[in-house]
């Protein structure tokens, strides 16, 4: 949700208010695609999600919510709500980027693109948090490649954020070799 209102920010002809709405529910059917137990975090699948999967069931819900909305109160509103919906059901269908990953529909909109990229940088990043808490280190600063990741990653230098404190930890590190 900050990733995208804050590239909402740098590309302000973006519809903000659609953005935020393709956030909150460009993932939605996956609440029917998995089950998650009360204790554990095993994502099991039910029939439901291993036959349509989690994009159709999203464009369901959607649809089906929007049906249900008082929209006689919503009919001077621009743009309009049928335009709105269609507009927000791209989002859901087309937020996976390609028919390869899943996509009915490829992006058509900038927010459509917007909000692909977000997504995939979202799941990118969180992979290569996993990817060092669970990796072995291989030699001084590099891991070992962890799957779907394409190459083995290596320490990153410390954020601008990072305190004093926390620089002071990791000049403990072993020092490297230095190539020049």
Known sequence: MRSANAICGVYPDLNRDLMIAGVLFHDCGKLWE??????????????????????????????????????????????????????????????????????????????????????????????????????NETAPGIFERKFPLSAPLVTPLPSVADTEEDRADSSSSPASNELF
């Open 34 to 135: 998995n089950t998650y137990p009360e204790a554990g975090f095993s994502q099991l699948h039910l029939i439901h999600g291993e036959m349509l999967g989690h994009i159709p069931l999203g464009l369901e819900l959607v649809n089906k919510l929007w049906r249900d909305l008082p929209l006689e109160s919503w009919r001077e509103i621009e743009p309009a709500s049928e335009d709105v919906r269609l507009h927000l059901l791209h989002l859901i269908a087309s937020h996976h980027g390609q028919y390869d990953f899943g996509s009915p529909t490829l992006p058509r909109t900038p927010e459509a693109y917007a909000l692909h990229y977000v997504d995939n940088l979202d799941a990118k990043l969180e992979m290569v948090k996993d990817a060092y808490a669970s990796a």
